[in-house]
């Protein structure tokens, strides 16, 4: 059944023929529907589900508000062009050694931070400087989602850490929770790498699904 939904939502995505929004509510009809094959369909359930979908969706747009505020206010202002400036004519870096330095502060965000906060604090700065350096923005969103996922992973505060020491046994500890993820780690960050030096690698797949249309 979670196959049956995620091919609901992301074949009709993928294919052009629903956007992402609408894609969400393909989804939630067939989450109900499969709910209601295997008779978990109660009016609690749908009341409960309903509430807690509202307070999630009321809080993202709140943020998306606010990140896009932040955005146009930051753009007007003309500072990702100072910023550019800064990086390229003042320290004299080359654009892939800005990649890194975003690469880098992500990975030290990720560590006090959720991917959301990251988001809405950066984006307007990282996206606008991303374009202008010439780099591909989907090439550059999945570069920031491996670099979630490794920051999600880091200590002190990494999410999934806290995760997986709620889930362990009791005579797991924290500290070998750290140490059990470190090959995860590095894994993740040679797969970084790769994409970073072969953007090819990410851009493939969108490139051979849009251009076939």
């Not at 807690?52 to 932040?70: E, R, Y």
Request: charged share 10%; net charge negative.
């Amino acid at each position: 059944m979670p196959v049956f939904i995620f091919a609901v939502i992301l074949v009709p995505f993928v294919l052009g023929w629903a956007s992402l929004t609408e894609a969400s509510v393909f989804g939630a009809l067939a989450t109900v529907m499969v709910a209601v094959m295997k008779g978990r369909f109660t009016w609690e359930v749908f009341e409960a589900s309903t509430r807690h979908t509202l307070a999630i969706s009321v809080m993202f747009m709140l943020i998306i508000l606010a990140a896009l505020s932040f955005g146009a206010v930051f753009d007007g202002l003309g500072a990702g062009k100072v910023i550019e400036n800064f990086f390229v004519g003042e320290l004299h870096l080359e654009p892939w050694q800005i990649l890194v330095l975003m690469q880098l502060s992500f990975l030290i965000m990720g560590m006090f931070l959720d991917d959301t906060a990251m988001l809405v604090i950066v984006a307007p700065l990282y996206v606008s400087l991303v374009d202008q350096l010439g780099y591909s923005l989907i090439w550059y969103g999945v570069l920031y989602t491996i670099t979630c996922q490794i920051a999600y992973l880091t200590p002190p505060f990494g999410y999934n850490l806290f995760l997986m020491r709620a889930m362990a046994p009791a005579d797991y500890s924290l500290p070998m929770i750290y140490k059990s993820v470190a090959p995860f780690v590095v894994l993740m960050l040679v797969t970084l790498v790769i994409v970073m030096i072969f953007p090819q690698i990410a851009l493939w797949l969108p490139e051979q699904v849009y251009s076939a249309r």
